[in-house]
């Protein structure tokens, strides 16, 4: 089965610092991967998604990620994080073969330091 | 364009009482999910709709929850009767499924905090 790794549960950066967040999959074939991130109250918006191609994705809010094969890993990376990047990310892999779901990862909440 | 849109935005209940979630897709968008979101349990798949017809509910938790799809601009979601252990932030989200098994963005809606007293 399909699984996502979040490792970190929370991490404080300070304002602008540099920040890496790892996400882990396992998956049978080659995955389409997404990172979304919640604002408190708010639902999910999409940062960035990996379907085929360039390895090295950009996304919205100066955010990118990287899909390793190797390392089944797809981390999201920003090199200066402003204070309204505190958050929720959720990194996720699809599909289950059949049907269209989605699995998670449990997310990472991002505090941000002045 | 109009995103995902889910009313109530909250709604607070006493135990045992019928609560009905509404959800309205993206115009065009041909699979409608429902989620749930708990600091426990994290985010949960529910039930998922294509072109109005319930696709995956392995996630539906038990039989007092139930979800339809009448159109393709409309889904609810209903728990009947509803405990304290329902509360929890309820979304709906919607894709353009582009056929077979392939998946693509799932757009969300902005939720519905659900408090069951």
């Known amino acids: 089965a399909q699984s996502v790794t979040q490792p970190d549960i929370h991490i404080t950066v300070s304002e602008g610092a540099s920040l890496e967040l790892r996400c882990n999959y396992s998956?049978?074939?080659?995955?389409?991967l997404f990172w979304y991130v919640q604002s408190p109250g708010q639902g999910l918006q999409l940062l960035l998604k990996?379907?085929?191609?360039?390895?090295l994705v950009q996304g919205i809010k100066g955010f990118e990620a990287e899909f390793k094969r190797s390392q089944s890993s797809f981390n999201l990376r920003k090199p200066s994080v402003h204070w309204s990047d505190a958050a929720e990310y959720f990194c996720?892999?699809?599909?289950?073969?059949?049907?269209?779901?989605?699995?998670f990862g449990t997310g990472t909440r991002l505090t941000i330091i002045p | 364009d109009a995103g995902v849109i889910q009313s109530p935005r909250h709604e607070v209940t006493e135990m045992g009482q019928e609560v009905t979630l509404r959800c309205k897709p993206i115009?065009?968008?041909?699979?409608l999910f429902w989620y749930r979101q708990t600091m426990m349990r994290g985010l949960e798949l529910l039930i998922y709709?294509?072109?109005?017809?319930?696709?995956?509910d392995s996630g539906m938790p038990e039989d007092r929850f139930s979800a339809k799809m009448p159109n393709a601009s409309f889904s609810t979601l209903k728990i009947q009767p509803s405990e304290p252990r329902d509360s929890a932030v309820y979304f709906c989200?919607?894709?353009?499924?582009?056929?077979?098994?392939?998946?693509?963005?799932?757009?969300f809606g902005p939720g519905t905090r659900l408090t069951v007293l």
């Open positions: 989200a919607s894709s353009l499924a582009r056929g077979g098994s392939k998946t693509d963005t799932q757009y």
């Open positions: 998956y049978g074939a080659t995955p389409y």
């Open positions: 990996y379907f085929s191609g360039d390895t």
């Open positions: 996720a892999v699809g599909p289950n073969f059949g049907n269209e779901k989605l699995t």
């Open positions: 115009s065009g968008h041909n699979s």
């Open positions: 709709f294509n072109n109005n017809v319930p696709i995956d």
